[in-house]
């Protein structure tokens, strides 16, 4: 495997890594089943895209990304929390009515980002710098949230929902907070994405879900998930670890179409290797 492919890998494996953390929020300390992803990553990269084709500054573009998908997160809760819909379905939902939405949006189904200034350059240890600053922009403040009052009043919900009832903690507000923060995660993701390709098409989000999944789980398998340390290692490492598998695979001579039958194979064998040990 070429110096090049493994680099792209680590590139890559960052803006993934960022999505595993939004999978990781709801999954692991919510105990729901969200699948937001597939909508508000996409949702992301399409606010991205729009305003710095409009001649807004990507570095300003980012934000508002994050608070556009961050409120798709808050919709599917208030659709799970209000009209008891499973949180799932809830999920499809959204991810379903956003394809409409960024259509809408950008006005064609892609758009061309090569002579707009945009956030990544041509040196590409540069571009990880800066996709690393804002990975742990996002992460530690989190993790240092997890270890106050609110952060322990947040995991109860996911650890014992009945039992933080009883505490006085609403389940709502912290489920509300979480998809939020899940939700921005996939929106700063899919601005990152858009900015370092220089070009934005509507199905970028198609098994999104599956690829930040099969990273949690690989980085899982590693480290465990037993300590909220090793909850926050797991989807960098993961990330890391499944781009590299997917370059090798590559490089190998699997065709890139056969790679989401990969991804699947690969989450099916984490899972059953848990269940065997």
């Known amino acids: 495997m070429s110096t090049d492919l493994i680099v792209n890998g680590l590139q890559q494996g960052l803006i993934l ?26 949702l992301g990269g399409t606010i991205c895209a729009v305003c710095v084709s409009a001649g807004i500054h990507p570095a300003t573009a980012i934000p508002i990304s994050m608070i556009c998908a961050g409120i798709m997160g808050i919709c599917t809760a208030f659709i799970y929390l209000r009209l008891q819909i499973n949180s799932m379905l809830a999920g499809v939902i959204l991810s379903t ?68 009832k009883l505490q006085g903690i609403s389940i709502e507000k912290y489920t509300i907070f979480g998809l939020f923060i899940a939700g921005s995660m996939f929106g700063l993701a899919g601005s990152l994405i ?23 789980m690989i980085g899982e398998a590693i480290v465990g998930n ?24 590559l490089s ?20 059953a290797l848990k269940k065997w040990r």
């Open 194 to 216: 858009v900015q370092l390709q220089s070009y934005m098409d509507v199905g970028i989000g198609v098994g999104i879900l599956i690829h930040g999944l099969a990273s949690l």
């Open 226 to 249: 037993g300590t909220l340390n090793r909850q926050l290692v797991a989807p960098l490492l993961g990330a890391l670890v499944y781009q590299q598998i997917q370059g090798v695979s």
């Open 17 to 42: 890594a960022i999505i595993a953390y939004g999978i990781m929020v709801p999954f692991r300390f919510l105990d729901f089943a969200d699948l937001t992803a597939d909508g508000a990553y996409p």
């Open 97 to 164: 009515m956003a394809y409409s939405v960024n259509l809408r949006i950008m006005g064609k189904p892609n758009i061309a980002l090569f002579d707009c200034g945009v956030l990544f350059g041509e040196n590409i240890l540069v571009n990880m710098l800066i996709t690393t600053a804002l990975l742990v922009g996002c992460v530690a403040p989190f993790g240092v949230f997890l270890r106050t009052d609110f952060g322990l009043r947040f995991r109860s919900v996911g650890l014992n929902p009945n039992l933080a």
């Open 252 to 271: 190998f001579g699997l065709a890139p179409s056969d790679l989401k039958f990969f991804t699947g194979t690969i989450v099916l064998t984490v899972i």
